[in-house]
């Protein structure tokens, strides 16, 4: 079935990938899909290159926010304006490659899923090998969403996810940050959603690198599995 993309991509302080991260993301999409690229209060050169890239190409749209808000909150900008009946969500620091965009919404296209989680942990592709205490912690958040959701993810935290745009859009999202992974997850199982998951390679990237999640946020996200699974 013939299905067309919006990808977002919320982006803050990126500005060593988000350049190749667009490219990357324009290779693999047709001139129907579109590419939403959040700019959530960036103060490195991040909206410079997103601006013209926009100038280049008809179908990125670049969506300024004036101050950081938050991954979750850029992502909820951009919901605003999808219009396709697929959205898939991209980090803009390359730890995920917008090559298996195609691998990725596969089971939504043959009408299988409504939700497709990208797993780190699940596939035979390259891996980089990086921090033990991230991987143990990723996998505790996991298995609780599972313990509420009767899931059996292995990745709900990865940051590359395709929806029916149906299907997140009649979400009411409240997390401004990294408490919408384990938002969107709960209320998207509740909503009796069918998931699927495929496995991706990975880039990590270390905190010299630039990465952001910290271990504030693992608490944040502990908080939003039991917040979100007893109530809204």
């Known amino acids: 079935m013939l299905m067309n993309i919006d990808v977002i991509i919320p982006c803050y302080n990126e500005e060593k990938t988000i ?32 601006k013209n890239l926009a100038n280049k ?4 749209s670049l969506i300024k926010h004036e101050k950081n808000l938050g991954k979750g909150a850029a992502i909820k900008t951009a919901l605003k304006k999808v219009k396709n009946e697929i959205v ?24 299988r899923a409504d939700v497709v989680y990208g ?22 958040l996991t298995f609780l969403s599972n313990i509420f959701t009767n899931l059996n993810l292995t990745d709900m935290e990865v940051g590359l996810k395709a929806f029916k745009s149906d299907k997140i859009l009649k979400l009411n999202l409240k997390e401004k940050r990294f408490g919408f992974e384990p938002e969107v997850t709960i209320k998207l199982a ?15 990237r270390t ?18 599995i039991f917040r979100y699974s007893i109530f809204n």
């Not at 690229?37 to 991040?46: A, E, L, N, Q, R």
């Not at 898939?88 to 009408?111: C, F, G, M, T, V």
């Not at 699940?122 to 991987?135: A, E």
Request: with cysteine; aromatic share 12%.
């Open 88 to 111: 898939i969500i991209q980090d803009s620091d390359l730890e995920y490659n917008p090559s298996e965009y195609k691998k990725l919404i596969n089971p939504i296209l043959e009408l």
């Open 190 to 204: 509740k909503e009796k959603c069918i998931f699927y998951e495929v496995g991706i390679s990975y880039r990590g």
């Open 19 to 50: 350049e190749e991260t667009i490219i990357r993301s324009i290779e693999n999409l047709s001139t129907k899909d579109n590419l939403l690229v959040v700019d959530d209060g960036s103060t490195d050169k991040s909206n410079f290159l997103i």
């Open 57 to 60: 190409f008809s179908n990125i």
């Open 207 to 224: 905190y010299k690198e630039g990465k952001k999640i910290g271990l504030l946020d693992a608490f944040v996200a502990i908080y939003c």
């Open 119 to 140: 797993s780190r942990f699940i596939s035979s592709d390259v891996h980089r090998v990086l921090y033990f205490w991230h991987r143990i912690g990723n996998n505790l």
